[in-house]
């Protein structure tokens, strides 16, 4: 699968070649509990910042307590600042589909069942949009996985989560959730993508 990934990122690189670009970017993704989603790309060179909160639906009932309750069309997402000279938004997407969740998925990741745990990713411009859907699509043209992918691009905002909620992975690091969910993806960005792992 790593191969394959490598493969589409190699043509949608030679097919858009780099512009001269501002000193951050922002991505919205969102794959399962932003825990995990979170600590992943933390350890991304070029990344700068990771927040997590949810995307889509309005600003009001942007809460943990109003999302769980799976009416108010939000996912849990992370907001990423990253370096572009760096790290490409095409490469994040590349960590995004192979370590930080499992895109066949559909409203769910692991243990976690519910719409707000969809497989998303919401551009934060029309370039991001274009990159996004030429991705999936050569996924889809290699069938780089069994299943169909999931994953839907959408628009909405993104709105950071309680506080408590940030770095939680590095602040429990024991934690059993931690443990089974979300230190396997790091352990795996790590061993498929060395050079771009950060420790």
């Known amino acids: 699968m790593k191969y394959l990934l ?53 600003a009001k009932s942007a809460t943990y307590d109003e999302v769980s309750t799976e009416r108010t069309g939000h996912a849990e997402a992370v907001r990423i600042t990253y370096d572009p000279g760096k790290i490409s938004y095409a490469q994040l997407l590349q960590v995004y ?19 707000s745990y969809r497989s998303a990713i ?45 770095d939680y992975a590095r602040k429990h690091p024991f934690e059993p959730y931690i443990l089974i969910n979300d230190r396997p993806k790091v352990a795996a960005l790590k061993r498929q993508y060395p050079g771009i792992y950060r420790g």
Request: hydrophobic content about 45%; aromatic content about 10%; some cysteine.
């Open 97 to 115: 589909f192979a370590v930080a969740h499992d895109p066949t998925q559909v409203n769910r990741q692991g243990p976690d069942t519910g719409p």
């Open 6 to 58: 490598t493969a589409a990122l190699a043509a949608l690189m030679a097919a858009s070649p780099a512009a001269a670009a501002p000193r951050t970017e922002t991505a919205v993704l969102a794959g399962g509990c932003f825990w995990g989603m979170e600590s992943v790309f933390e350890h991304v060179k070029g990344v700068t910042d990771v927040v997590s909160g949810f995307a889509g639906g309005d």
């Open 122 to 166: 919401f551009p934060q411009n029309p370039g991001q949009a274009q990159i996004a859907k030429a991705f999936i699509a050569r996924l889809q043209e290699r069938h780089v996985f069994k299943a169909p992918i999931a994953t839907r691009i959408e628009n909405g905002g993104f709105f950071p989560a309680e506080a408590y909620h940030q």
